[in-house]
């Protein structure tokens, strides 16, 4: 496998965040945490500020890319706000190391990995993939990151284990949207096993090239490139498996809205919009949602004899 060289980021896109200045309530507790944080405190492990070498994977789009920016400064990540800017102005709070992922449940070698050791259990692989977000607008993000089929053969399943539940980081003197009401926290998303052990599920740890910055779900985030991006939970530290369907955070929020697959379907409409077509971000006339966003060569089987309405 050809090594890949990571691109060079122009400078025209490295140019600072605006400040923003629609702040909210919570916003000022978050200074006056922010403040008393700035004491001195025993020195953490600092994160590498470079990926390990990865390889191009032949799982990649050949669309074109979004930019880093419009990838690093458009997010959803409530933990952090809810609105899009939210994410790049705040999650720099959030600490990355040291930082444990906890795989347990039904396997037959539960195991805690630290970060760095988690990075070396597969070769890392550059994968270029369409995110569609379930409000319309999707992206195409060169995503790095190690199959999660490679972890779970670490922690070898056992048959009770049918769902994979992912829950993210509960650390609310970190994350300000923790201390708000706008989900019961911490964040929870579940896959099938073979949703979870499908090639194109990956554990992503990085995207351009460079380690996932913090808006984006660092140090460790689930990509299911065809299912709402929901379902790619952020950030991390445990890993369940579990015999039971896990009800996700959206199911809890909202459960006529949100179901367990969430599979990417432009025939089966959101109850108060549809999602026949999206917005990529950059242009301005919508596109034709694909079915499975795309990926339906790859992953249509795995729902063969489901009905997708019943089971959205
Ligand atoms: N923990 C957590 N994970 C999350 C979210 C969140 O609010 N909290 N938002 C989800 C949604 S709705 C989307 S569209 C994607 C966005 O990923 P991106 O910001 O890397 O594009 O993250 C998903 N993962
Ligand atoms: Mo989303």
Redesign the pocket.
Known sequence: MPVYQAPLIPASEITPEAVYLNRREWMKGAALLAAASALPTVEAAAAPSALPTFYKSRYSTSEAKNSETE?TS??????FGTDKRD?AEYAHTLKTRPWVVEVSGHVAKPRRFDIDSLLKLAPLEERIYR?R???GWS?V?PWVGLPLAALLKEVQPTSAGKYVEFT?LLAPEQMP?QRTGS?DW??V?GLRIDEAMHPLSILAVG?YGKPLPK???API??VVPWK????????IVKIRLVDKQPIS??MRANPTEYGFYSNVNPEVDHPRWSQASERRIGEFLKRKTLMFNGYADEVASLYKGMDLRRNF
């Not at 709402?228 to 952020?234: D, L």
């Open positions: 990838i458009y997010n959803n990540f409530y933990e994410p995110l977000c379930v409000e992206m993000i993210t949207g989900l911490p964040y998303e995207l808006q984006n779900g985030r689930l709402y991006g929901f379902k790619s939970i952020k950030s955070s959206w």
